[in-house]
């Protein structure tokens, strides 16, 4: 019972002097390093998702339906304007053509004999020597024959254009696609699809934009003469630089409703065939902007809700918790964020440009923003912030 007695008593010592051991103040200041903002003259592009496109492209239509007898043309390549491409069978169309041009023939003979029956009963009529009715009839036979020439001529016409149909010529320089037909094929006229040619050189590259941004290309596209070095450039898929600058050529007629964007067509030089249609790459406007800007670490900005804010550090008066009643020292300098809403400009690599918001020489956090809040009590003392690594800086 005593020795129950004496842990009792040991126990309750223990919890005693714990009780009464000294908590470490808790510290209310939040570690962060800082960074200096600076005017710098900035090099960067804006980019913009785009597409290759043919600046004209046709889908080639048989005009005559029959079946194919000829492909004069290889694949993929390019092809010059008149080339000769597919030939549909003829023998039909020329049988027709030939038979017009008979016809005609015919119709021509027809009429001179109707000529020189109504000039001898025009000669009779003026001496009474002929009935009337012969007479009248001869005239409506005559205006019937020359009728009848002209409808034959039209029928050689129609039968050439057929026959000129059943040979299929490229419209106009560019690139070929697969053939859709193979020899032997029997095509319809209008809806059978032979093929499709785009032009390949100049190649015409588009991309959206927002309507915000629409002035700028417009003002862009009124001093397109004004020749600027790498104003227009593109990245290819394999993020390689097209070597040939562009320049602006059309804006789309209309922004869309729906999403405020426009469409912007740029168009390059492609001489070596390296663009083809289709072809997602990059465009790169280079930024025009004289004078320096304000460039801060991208980890330095925090969004929400779509707008942008940064913490600077401002120095403020407190009451000094360590100063006595008797102390002369009533107030001391602290650290404290204060969040600023900013409008940010292009992100180049880590970094990002402020548009406005703060000035050149404010001091904003770049380690640490995570803890913040408006009027939060910092320090850049010898303490490890985090994700700095080591001691904040000033």
Request: aromatic share 6%; with cysteine; hydrophobic share 40%.
């Amino acid at each position: 019972m005593k020795r129950v007695f004496l842990n009792a008593i040991f126990i309750s010592l223990i919890i005693l002097a714990a009780c009464n051991k000294k908590q470490p103040p808790v510290n209310s200041e939040i570690p962060v390093n800082l960074f200096k903002v600076k005017e710098k003259h900035v090099l960067y592009y804006d980019q913009y998702p785009s597409t290759t496109a043919a600046l004209s492209q046709v889908t080639l239509l048989p005009q005559v339906q029959g079946a194919v007898t000829g492909i004069f043309f290889t694949e993929g390549t390019h092809v010059k304007k008149g080339q000769k491409l597919y030939e549909i069978d003829r023998r039909i169309y020329q049988d027709s053509y030939d038979a017009a041009v008979a016809n005609r023939k015919v119709t021509e003979g027809t009429l001179v004999q109707s000529q020189q029956d109504a000039d001898r009963y025009e000669y009779l009529n003026k001496y009474n020597a002929v009935a009337k009715q012969l007479y009248d009839h001869a005239v409506i036979t005559l205006q019937n024959s020359q009728s009848q020439v002209k409808s034959a001529d039209q029928a050689v016409k129609t039968a050439k254009t057929n026959l000129n149909y059943a040979t299929v010529y490229a419209p106009f320089d560019g690139t070929i696609g697969f053939s859709q037909v193979k020899l032997g094929n029997v095509v319809t006229s209008g809806s059978t699809i032979l093929n499709t040619i785009s032009t390949d050189d100049p190649m015409a590259v588009d991309f959206v934009i927002n309507e915000k941004q629409l002035p700028r290309f417009e003002l862009l596209q009124q001093n397109k003469h004004q020749t600027t070095d790498s104003l227009f450039t593109i990245l290819l898929a394999d993020n390689s630089l097209y070597p040939v600058n562009g320049k602006i050529s059309v804006i789309d007629r209309a922004v869309n409703s729906q999403t405020g964007s426009i469409t912007i067509r740029l168009v390059f030089p492609n001489p070596k065939g390296m663009l083809r249609v289709g072809m997602s790459c990059v465009v790169r406007v280079h930024n025009q902007e004289k004078g320096p800007q304000l460039l801060v670490p991208g980890k330095a900005v925090v969004e929400q809700m779509g707008e942008y804010f940064v913490y600077t550090a401002k120095d403020s008066l407190m009451n000094n918790p360590k100063a006595g009643a008797d102390s002369a020292i009533k107030k001391v300098k602290k650290l404290v964020a204060v969040q600023k809403k900013v409008m940010v400009g292009q992100t180049i690599g880590p970094n990002m440009i402020i548009k406005s918001g703060i000035n050149s020489g404010e001091r904003i956090v770049v380690d640490g923003v995570q803890l913040l809040h408006d009027g939060a009590r910092i320090t850049t003392a010898n303490k490890i912030a985090p994700s700095a690594g080591g001691k904040g800086g000033r």
